[in-house]
């Protein structure tokens, strides 16, 4: 049996460990190699960088022009020391693109820039430790004077603005700007493939949920293919309903309280309790009932669904590791809304009659929550139910003439979205790199005339990168940095350059997400400070680590 | 009581006014209007006698109309819009013929009508209603759209738009447990720092502070039962004021300005029409009534002319 080629594979290391200055010039050496393909994309004249596919079978390359997904594609560098910086400067470009959907190009330059500046002071004989200290130090001032320049912007012009600036797409930006003046940062938007050849928005008015009626029979809308009920209550029972008698009491309180419309969602439902449920819809005059699969993955995620229907419709769960069961359901039980729909496949209702105050309190926990928690998918699951819950959803609809382009708007879109969540909270900027030009003035005491050389350097190393990204910005347009500096330095503050039409503008004109910008900043700085005490690199004997599946 | 009592409308028919709206035209045409229990009314003298108007081809009883509304631009366009049980009629010939707007079921009470100043360019309108939230139309009426986007209280019961409406598209609507305030145009809503323990709003008002009528606003909240509050024109930093004079329920607001810039505040109070010349600091008794009123008006340019509409006893007509 012939052994089959390998898939991907580390090239094998002989273990040895590498010294000074070898170990800072290999490190620089491999930020620089990454930052170098990066770099190009900063910008709203990005150029784009050619990969090399992967998988085997798939010849054409892909064409990127997002720093975050390009850094992703640098699996490793040939040469191992240098391995190793790259590798650090990859796991936070990453890391920036993953949680601020934005600002990996910008990370990317100001993380090389201060690594390069740190490493050139040491080289004259600084102190790493002290030299990172300082830098903390500097990095505090430039957030409190990035913090000062912050805005908030609504109106759906001002937020296509902010759309636009992150992803340099006219169409797309003007549709983001609405649907974001809509929803705002809390509020649900679903990113969906269409087949149309272009993009379209769809509000949906109401909560709604991914989770359907037990039955196609209880369907009475044969053309919408969904049951439409008016002024329904509601019961919620998270267990599932066994025995066709634990429905009655239910169905006696409904024909005591003149209920005519009634939704039952149920965890599960037993075919004899739902063939009681369609018997009342027979027998009963003037009254009609629907039952609803539990929304929900799992138990979490079930729990968190039926505290955010009882608490809109204003019901009461009936728990069953509280001893719930549906036969225990008494008049407080029943929630309200205004109307309810199901189809085979979704439920929602629209107007929940739940005290408003109790939803405003509940939200606000959420959003409590949200701020609070680092994990991904919590913070998906919690910004759903906040959507949710603020009484409508947006849906865009990414069509396109063929599916690479479809999926690559689709991408585009999520990626600007995330920052616009980003920019809506949390403000906005001057964009084009010119808030971190403003910065500088807050650094400039301390690097002239700060105590301590070390302190001194730090400040001059923050300083000077912090012209980095408009330098990059300028020289990807094919301006003259130096150029566009001295004539920005004839200008008033507050001025930007506009690579696009090669004029000086009000800084109000390009704008940048405050959130994706600060965390640009702070991760690149916080992250070439640490890199800059690495003193030593030991490598270990690397195996083949994958093969061709197979 | 002051200014004199020159009739008294309505009053046999035992009629309860919920709403009054004047032509903007009224020194000239004399035509105004009430959405009374007992149906839509119009008047063509200025007040003095009044005709029910037939606004569907309603065979035994004329349906109530909870809201009126008249177009900024009615000379020219002669648009009117009546709110009635689960829809909106509009009429583009002054009042004599009516067409319905659809709604989903079910019906929704409507309980305030807005009209953009710039309606005659935007064509843009916002109803409020008790259990559905807010509707707009951007097409003068036609079709209307529920824009209920972080608008957690449905019971709407009063909207005001912003003197700057074209300009800053802000809106407030003042409902059962607060206020809610949009910057788009009622398409999404945002809590206001209004004191829910306060709440219903019934009425809500934006005075200009400048003479020119473009500067900074204030915005005044009619509550059910614990009188008057006013913040700065964004709608946050509540607090009360003339607790002596509006003890109560303030429900209903109406800012008028002279020809001279200056403004005006009036408040539909328990028992009587008070008006303010500061700011809604010091009140005055305007007029004083022996019956509860429900609603008033006083129309632009009209002088010193007031309607007051009263719980089962028509409508009253003042002239100072």
Redesign the interface.
């Known amino acids: 049996m012939s052994e089959k080629a390998p898939f991907y594979s580390r090239k094998t290391y002989r273990p040895g460990l590498v010294f000074q200055p070898q170990a800072h010039e290999n490190i620089k050496r491999g930020i620089n190699t990454l930052v170098s393909a990066i770099r190009p994309t900063l910008g709203p004249t990005a150029r784009t960088v050619a990969v090399t596919s992967l998988i085997e079978n798939k010849s054409s390359p892909e064409v990127l022009d997002d720093g975050g997904i390009i850094a992703r594609r640098v699996i490793e560098l040939h040469r191992r020391d240098a391995d190793i910086g790259a590798m650090l400067a990859r796991a936070l470009i990453c890391r920036q693109n993953e949680r601020m959907g934005d600002g990996s190009a910008t990370t990317a330059v100001l993380l090389q820039a201060i690594y390069n500046g740190g490493l050139h002071y040491l080289a004259a004989g600084g102190n790493a430790m002290r030299l990172r200290h300082h830098l903390e130090s500097a990095l505090r001032k430039a957030l409190a004077a990035l913090d000062e320049q912050t805005y908030f912007v609504?109106?759906?012009r001002s937020l296509a603005q902010v759309a636009e600036s992150i992803c340099h797409d006219a169409p797309l930006a003007k549709l983001l700007g609405e649907i974001f003046?809509?929803?705002?940062a809390y509020?649900r938007l679903d990113i969906r493939k269409d087949h149309s050849r272009s993009l379209r928005r769809e509000?949906i008015?109401g909560m709604a949920w991914d989770s359907g009626l037990f039955s196609r029979d209880m369907i009475v809308n044969q053309t919408d293919l969904q049951t439409v009920y008016?002024?329904p209550a509601l019961v919620l029972v998270d267990s599932k309903v066994n025995d066709p008698r634990h429905v009655m009491p239910m169905l006696e309180i409904a024909v005591e309280q003149k209920i005519e419309k009634l939704i039952l969602v149920a965890g599960d439902l037993s075919a004899g309790a739902m063939a009681g449920l369609m018997m009342a819809n027979g027998k009963l005059k003037n009254f009609q009932v629907m039952a609803v699969r539990g929304p929900g993955s799992n138990a979490d995620e079930r729990a968190a669904a039926f505290e955010d229907l009882a608490i809109a419709a204003g019901a009461q769960t009936l728990v069953e590791v509280a001893g719930d069961s549906l036969k225990d359901v008494t008049v407080k039980h029943f929630g309200r809304a205004?109307?309810g729909w199901a189809s085979a496949h979704n439920f929602g209702i629209i107007?929940g009659k739940g005290?408003?105050?109790k939803?405003?309190a509940h939200?606000r926990r959420l959003q409590s929550w949200l701020e609070q928690s680092d994990d991904p998918q919590m913070r998906e699951a919690l910004q759903k139910r906040i959507g949710r819950l603020?009484?409508?959803s947006a849906t865009l609809w990414i069509g396109g003439a063929s599916k690479i382009e479809i999926d690559q708007q689709k991408t585009l879109a999520e990626k600007t979205a995330s920052a616009m969540r980003a920019a809506v909270s949390d403000g906005v900027l001057p964009g084009g790199g010119m808030a971190f030009m403003s910065c500088r003035g807050a650094l400039e005491p301390a690097s002239q005339s700060g105590a301590d050389p070390d302190e001194r350097a730090a400040h001059r190393i923050l300083y000077d990168a912090l012209a980095e990204p408009a330098r990059a910005i300028f020289e990807n347009a094919g301006y003259e940095p130096g150029e566009v500096f001295a004539r920005l330095a004839r200008e008033d503050n507050g001025a930007g350059f506009d690579v696009l039409s090669g004029a000086i503008t009000d800084g109000a004109a390009l704008i940048d997400s405050a959130a994706v910008m600060k965390a640009a900043l702070r991760n690149a700085a916080l992250t070439a400070g640490m890199m800059l005490t690495i003193d030593v690199m030991v490598h270990h004997h690397t195996p083949e680590i994958a093969r061709q599946p197979g | 009581m002051l200014g004199v009592e020159i009739s008294r409308e309505l009053s046999e028919s035992a009629e309860t006014v919920y709403a009054l709206a004047a032509s903007p035209g009224f020194a000239k045409d004399g035509r105004c209007f009430a959405a009374t229990s007992g149906g839509l009314y119009r008047s063509s003298d200025g007040g003095s006698g009044w005709k029910l108007l037939r606004l569907t081809d309603e065979a035994v009883s004329p349906m109530a109309a909870t809201a009126v509304a008249v177009s900024p631009a009615f000379a020219q366009d002669r648009a009117l819009f009546a709110a009635v049980k689960g829809g909106i009629l509009r009429s583009s010939d002054g009042g004599d013929t009516w067409f319905a707007a659809k709604f989903p079921a079910p019906p929704p009470l409507f309980t305030a009508l807005v009209i953009s100043p710039n309606f005659a360019r935007d064509g843009f309108m916002l109803a409020g209603t008790m259990e559905d939230g807010v509707f707009s139309s951007t097409d003068r009426g036609l079709n209307w759209q529920p824009w209920n986007f972080g608008l957690f209280d449905l019971g709407v019961l009063c909207l005001a738009a912003s003197p700057h409406l074209p300009a800053d598209e802000t809106i407030v609507a003042g409902t059962e447990t607060g206020l809610y305030r949009s910057t788009n145009g009622g398409r999404a809503w945002r809590e206001s720092s209004f004191p829910s323990e306060f709440a219903p709003i019934l009425s809500l008002a934006y005075l200009d502070l400048s003479a020119n009528g473009v500067g900074e606003t204030l915005l005044f909240a009619g509550t059910e039962q614990n009188g008057l509050f006013v913040s700065g024109g964004e709608g946050e930093g509540w607090h009360r004021i003339a607790p002596e004079a509006l003890p109560g329920s303030v429900n209903q607001l109406q800012i008028l300005r002279k020809p001279d810039g200056e403004a005006r505040i009036v408040a539909l109070a328990e028992d009587g029409v008070l008006i303010s010349r500061d700011a809604g600091q010091n009140w005055d008794y305007r007029v004083q009534t022996e019956d509860p009123p429900t609603a008033f008006l006083v129309p632009k340019r009209s002088g010193e002319t007031m309607f007051i509409g009263l719980a089962g006893k028509g409508i009253v007509k003042y002239d100072f």
């Open positions: 609504g109106g759906k003046d809509i929803i705002g509020g509000y008015e008016e002024e205004r109307r107007g005290d408003p105050r939803l405003r939200i603020m009484g409508g």
